[in-house]
């Protein structure tokens, strides 16, 4: 019986890691809806997070972020996966814990922040020189928190609806 259990784990998993790198592929391929697909491959790692908790969502985080660096073929997208999109559904599942809501959105303003000053930094190493660029960086900040917490909500409320259509088929 545990095995049976532990093979269904892997393969549930397995599934969302191979589903989160085809929407990272696609995010690289497509011109447009680059960080809507980011968001879909998000999600494969909250379904996990849901299903087998934090080492379900650690598997497809890992998973899909070695596997899109490697065959992705837009690096920087992989990279955004890698430190922002596929973490979030692990960090969003440590921060909720507290019953602190000041700690939880601090938590998850610090992570956001990291991942855009990461992302800002590879840019400016790889293709922009952002140097010229005084004002608009505090103004990206700014409006990026803004979607950020659009972001949160919209992750939370994909949350619920998992948990109330697809979270009992499963189970």
């Excluded at 921060?95 to 800002?120: I, M």
Aim: with cysteine.
């Amino acid at each position: 019986m545990r095995r049976n259990k532990t093979a269904r784990r892997v393969a549930f998993t397995a599934v969302f890691t191979a589903l989160a790198v085809a929407f990272i592929y696609l995010a690289a391929l497509l011109p447009t809806g680059q960080l809507g697909f980011l968001g879909l491959a998000s999600l494969c790692g909250v379904a996990a997070v849901v299903e087998y908790g934090l080492p379900g969502g650690l598997f497809v985080w890992v998973g899909g972020s070695v596997l899109g660096l490697l065959i992705a073929p837009s690096k920087n997208l992989a990279l955004l996966y890698a430190v922002f999109f596929g973490a979030y559904p692990v960090v969003k599942s440590l921060a909720e814990k507290p019953k602190s809501r000041l700690l939880e959105w601090c938590v998850k303003l610090l992570l956001f922040n990291a991942a855009l000053t990461v992302a800002l930094f590879a840019l400016k190493m790889t293709v922009f020189d952002l140097s010229d660029i005084r004002f608009g960086k505090a103004i990206l900040y700014v409006l990026g928190n803004a979607v950020f917490v659009l972001f949160d909500i919209a992750v939370s409320r994909a949350i619920g609806a998992y948990m109330g259509r697809i979270h009992p088929k499963i189970k």
